[in-house]
């Protein structure tokens, strides 16, 4: 039940959200990468043209210190106050579909907006989780309160949802047949494996 | 996270009241203990299930435990009411409880309707009390908090969600922390599980 949520190596989430594309130009000239913007392939990266690369390639650079990139539209300035005003009326899923795990790829680069982009993250997180909480125990038909939420209240909003379901069935139709647990139909599973191979 | 049917058959293991109406007059040996023996008409102690078992092929009558009654939930229903914090029940499995009985012994509890919509106003006020408290932990970031008198069923209930908003909230300020020297100051307004400033409550 319990998810991981921390992203690790091969979580699809943190692939997908390092996925992500973010305007940037190069402030250096960088050989052998021209094939990286497709509108003018003819030279190699210079300093003014804006292009969009995924997260993980800015890191890349970011190391060389070849580039400067702009905070994504979800967490400028305009949109970090709408979400401090009130996050629960943001369609997070609309404005970025890993919104704190892309949020906090991006603080970790280097940025000079990078810490406020990270109180807002948490500030955002917070003030939704009563309504995450409240749609997953409460509305029958919330498809639309889904749809806005991102990836990661999704999962809580699943495992919420699930549970919730679990004991309105028990406090209406009560608990029924148990069934066998895992474990012991897995034992049986093994000691007939057992005798087969003793024969 | 579990079923809710795994917490009922915890709560099958609690004790209760019959009046058998056969006689046995060895005791039953089980794990639980030992019971016995059955004289017919004199009230003995059993775990529920042994209750329920009895009751379904109508060898014995229930008798409901002590604060199954309209009138004593319903001080209960007050002082839970009163009470900023959740008060001592009689018993931890009161929802369970209440639930199996009345399904199977429903005609020798007195006033089964009322006591269930008792009950139900109960775990409704609890649980109320429960999520907005859940609220308020995270809203203010507390890192610790008390949670004296709640039932298995009710810890249940927030458990899904729970521990894995702490964990997505830890991961969000872990980098803060240890990246973050620009602010150490203002910190202490968030507490986060390495500094530590809490209130015990809820």
Redesign the interface.
Known sequence: MYRNIKPHYFSIDAIMAAQEKIQCSFIKNVEHVDFLDMTNAEKDEESDPKIELPLWMIKVFIAGKSIQFDIPKAYNEIYRGVLTADANVVDLFKLCKHFYLFGKFLSQLEHREAYEVRRTLIQTFIDRFKQTMDWAQNIDDNLPCFNRLDCLERSIFNDARVAQQHLNTYLTEGSGQMEIAAMISNYRKRKMHESRVLE | ?M???EI??MAENEIIQIVPTFNHAGHVHLICGSYGPFRAGLPLNVPIWVALNLRQKKTCRILAPDWMAVDKLQERLEEEKASKFFTQLPSNFYLEIT?MLL?VASEDIPQGNDIKTAVKDLWDLRIAKL?SS??LF??E?RVQASLNHLTPMEI??V???F???L???M???E??NS??D??DSSQSS?ATPSSASFSPSL
């Open positions: 996270m079923h809710p049917s009922e058959f639930q399904t999520r859940v609220d995270i809203k970031g249940n209930s458990r899904p969600v521990p894995d908003t964990d997505a909230l991961t969000l300020h980098h803060i990246s973050d620009r602010e968030i």
